[in-house]
């Protein structure tokens, strides 16, 4: 008998410049069983991609590098008339700006996390924010 892998419990969809960032973030979250179904370059990317990656359902969160984009009113309108705006977000940055982010009100940012993510921090947060989701 072959064994059968467990279905993935978490989706969650991939924004990063870098492709090595997207890549190592990539490894991390499938060694903790999270189904990656979208990995972007940019948000323009993302909302573009969306509806062709997501047959299964909406993500449960998008994991971001932190754009300038976010404070640019004209592209706040185009991510808030997109399916992504109901999706909580971890916005991932340089351990040195971090407390400079200021996330958008538009934009449902759950928590920042200094690049390079650690596993724990990642899976620390995640859970963190399904406990307070599932006690509301």
Sequence with gaps: MIPVRAKKKLSICLVDEDRLTRSGLAHVLDNMDIYIPIICSNFY????????????????FIISEWYKDFSDPDFLVIFSDSPL???????LTDASRIKSVKPPRE???IGTLAKPVSRKELKEMLTSYIKHKNAE
């Design 85 to 91: 705006a109901i999706i909580p977000i971890i916005i």
């Design 45 to 60: 990317e993302l909302i573009d991609e969306y509806l062709c990656y997501t047959q299964k359902g909406p993500p449960n």
């Design 107 to 109: 934009m449902d940012i």
